[in-house]
């Protein structure tokens, strides 16, 4: 299958967690639905493995972005600027949950309305004896 590289230009502050080998990937959003734009699973397309990061880079606006760079095969459609692009990790090597000891968790509702919570969980597991 033949590939060919795509620069993608994100925000850095929105996506600190990025690594080499994550897998990137873009959907074409639809109209917006009760206020929301949607995708439909069928719309989302796998743009291919990242393998290059620079987080060097920045808008002429002073924003600091990270610019990635992706291999896509020459089949797929490239994504617009229109489209959202998502990533997501590798589980063969990022498979673990959180570590410590500590938590605190707030619940905060902001709305002026009575909201119900349905449900809150948590996995713990002691992962130090």
């Known amino acids: ?8 230009q994100v925000s850095r502050a929105d996506y600190p967690s990025l690594q080499i080998g994550d897998i990137a ?3 074409t959003l639809n ?3 009760a206020g929301f734009k949607n995708a439909d699973e ?3 397309t796998k743009i291919g493995e990242i393998t290059s990061i620079d987080n060097t880079t920045s808008l002429d606006d002073g924003t600091q972005t990270t610019t990635l760079i992706c ?3 020459t ?3 490239m994504p ?3 489209d959202f692009i998502f990533f997501a990790k590798d589980n063969k090597v990022n498979l673990t949950s959180l570590l410590g000891y500590y938590a605190l968790v ?9 909201a119900e919570m349905f449900s809150a969980a948590c996995e713990i597991h002691e992962s130090s004896k």
């Open 106 to 114: 707030k619940f905060k509702n902001a709305s002026g309305s009575k």
């Open 1 to 8: 299958m033949a590939t060919v590289s795509i620069t993608i």
């Open 42 to 44: 069928n719309d989302i």
């Open 71 to 73: 291999n896509i095969s």
């Open 31 to 33: 109209d917006d639905v």
């Open 80 to 82: 617009t600027t229109s």
């Open 75 to 77: 089949s797929t459609t």
């Open 25 to 27: 990937f873009y959907a």
